[in-house]
């Protein structure tokens, strides 16, 4: 192997390994395994090995499939134009790179979702619902004049399957308070896109 074979072997990474495998399957057959690997990845059953194994091996198969994983997180995470993706798909011939674009704009939005809640089922603890009310608290059995604005939040959580319902009673500054806590957490949230 020359110096050059093995920096371009070094460069490309995962998508070079995906496109000499995709190019394995005939271009009539490719929409066909995208579709249903794109099934996979939303939850329901991804392609069977058995049905290509006469294409490719058990590796190149795990080599297929994590390839794929990456190449549709990546352009669908980052919202990928269709440049950006034929410059992930490198040299990858032009109706297996079509067969590719054509699933990804089909998809793209199920694709999303399915990300989403895969980055959601991270938390063992996921908001479902929220709502929120405005009181004016008039007085108390302290005060006879309290004229103190509340603000009831109820929260709809759901935590490892169940349902469960948390209720909160705020004033002018604990509301401040809290919105400045999601304000700092959503400038993390920013910060590691």
């Known amino acids: 192997m020359t110096s050059a074979s093995a920096d371009t072997t070094e460069e490309s990474g995962p998508e070079s390994i995906m496109i000499k495998l995709l190019e394995k399957l005939s271009p009539t057959e490719c929409p066909k395994?995208?579709?249903?690997?794109?099934?996979?990845l939303c939850g329901r059953s991804y392609p069977r090995r058995v049905e290509y194994s006469e294409v490719w091996s058990l590796i190149e198969w795990g080599e297929l499939m994590n390839s794929l994983t990456q190449l549709f997180r990546v352009a669908v995470g980052r919202m990928s134009s269709d440049q950006q993706v034929q410059e992930l798909l490198g040299d990858l011939d032009s109706a297996h790179a079509d067969a590719i674009l054509q699933c990804l704009h089909a998809r793209q939005e199920e694709i999303r979702q399915a990300l989403v809640d895969r980055t959601n089922g991270m938390s063992s603890t996921q908001l479902q619902d929220f709502n929120w009310q405005i009181k004016l608290a008039l007085?108390?059995?302290k005060l006879s004049s309290l004229?103190?604005?509340l603000l009831n939040l109820s929260l709809d959580l759901?935590?490892?399957g169940i349902q469960r319902a948390v209720n909160m009673e705020m004033n002018k500054e604990e509301l401040h308070t809290l919105i400045s806590a999601l304000e700092a957490a959503n400038k993390v949230v920013l910060q590691l896109k």
């Open 158 to 160: 759901k935590e490892n």
């Open 33 to 40: 395994l995208l579709h249903r690997f794109v099934d996979g």
């Open 147 to 149: 004229n103190t604005p």
């Open 139 to 141: 007085s108390s059995d």
